[in-house]
């Protein structure tokens, strides 16, 4: 069974930044769709950034030009890189893998999985 770890998370001040790490451990082959979701208070989960596997890159507006998502696909590795962070950055980061084949002897294929989540809180 595939799981994703992600670190990275904490306290910071308006304007600094962060960088977030989420790795996929298991018997993985390849994962199509690795990215980031936030759930502020009172708020909807909502997209902040996405790659594909080949490096295809998707971003909600708000982060735009702030917030820089990679991966590192040998190592089933996708992070966020967050600067200029805002107090309205603050929520649980969830990571999110999509399609991952894997499987050492039988190959199968998870859809949606996710982390546990890792507070990011940005103080005014």
């Known amino acids: 069974q595939v799981q994703l770890v992600e670190s990275g998370g904490g306290l910071v001040q308006a304007g600094g930044s962060l960088r977030l790490s989420c790795a996929a451990s298991?018997?993985?082959?390849?994962?199509?769709?690795m990215g980031w979701y936030r759930h502020a208070p009172g708020k909807q989960r909502e997209l902040v950034a996405a790659?594909?596997?080949?490096?295809?890159?998707n971003y909600a507006d708000s982060v735009k030009g702030r917030f820089t998502i990679s991966r590192d696909t040998a190592k089933h590795t996708v992070y966020l890189q967050m600067n200029s962070l805002k107090p309205e950055d603050t929520g649980v980061y969830y990571c999110?893998?999509?399609?991952?084949?894997?499987?050492?002897?039988?190959?199968?294929?998870?859809?949606?999985?996710w982390g546990q989540g890792t507070q990011v809180t940005v103080s005014s």
């Open positions: 999110n893998a999509d399609r991952i084949v894997a499987g050492s002897t039988v190959r199968y294929v998870e859809y949606d999985v």
């Open positions: 298991g018997s993985i082959l390849s994962i199509n769709v």
């Open positions: 790659i594909t596997f080949d490096g295809s890159t």
